[in-house]
């Protein structure tokens, strides 16, 4: 259809200015395309890296703190024998791991301030240093490090402390 009107078109054109060339006719949609095409790629991969380390962030919590948990089952047995409920061995994981995530966090906003500058080229309509990204950033990986969490102090709190005391 664009290229039955180019005819009219680059006869109208020509009646307001001769001296105009119309080579190569295009959509307004296309041109907009092949402008936020880079950058557009650059945010993907961005992404797709950032949601990588995210869940690489998660499984290797979840290693640490399971590893964390089959170390210290007799220490858990025992807590458990001498009265500790069960919702707590799990507050305890839990809280092991959000410190962890807590440190990580603080030391990756530490980094992400620093390197908020270098980003500064990539952000279309959001300053380098936007509160409200680092927060949900934050967030994010606060939730992400409990949901992490959560299968190994589920774990803790299911260990039998007799079995527990008769392993080693």
């Known amino acids: ?20 060339a119309i080579l190569e006719p295009t959509t307004l ?9 880079q950058p ?20 290797g919590l979840y290693g640490l703190l399971s590893y964390s948990v089959a170390r210290r089952t007799r220490e858990i047995g025992v807590r458990l024998a001498l009265g500790a409920r069960p919702g707590q061995v799990s ?13 990580g966090g ?18 279309f309509g959001v300053p380098p240093r936007d509160a409200a990204s680092f927060l949900a950033g934050t967030a994010v990986l606060l939730a992400v490090g409990a949901a992490a969490a959560l299968l190994p ?16």
């Not at 603080?106 to 980003?119: C, D, P």
């Open 91 to 103: 507050g305890l994981i839990v809280a092991e791991g959000l410190k962890l995530i807590g440190f």
């Open 106 to 123: 603080a030391l990756g906003l530490v980094v992400a301030l620093g390197a908020s500058q270098l980003m500064a080229a990539l952000l």
């Open 29 to 37: 949609e296309r041109t907009l395309d092949a402008k936020v095409a």
């Open 1 to 20: 259809m664009l290229w039955a009107l180019l005819p009219s078109v680059r006869s109208e054109i020509r009646k307001f200015d001769d001296s105009i």
């Open 40 to 59: 557009r790629f650059n945010m993907l991969t961005l992404g797709g890296f950032a949601s990588l380390a995210l869940a690489l962030t998660a499984v």
């Open 153 to 168: 102090a589920r774990r803790a709190s299911k260990v039998s402390p007799g079995s527990a005391l008769r392993a080693e």
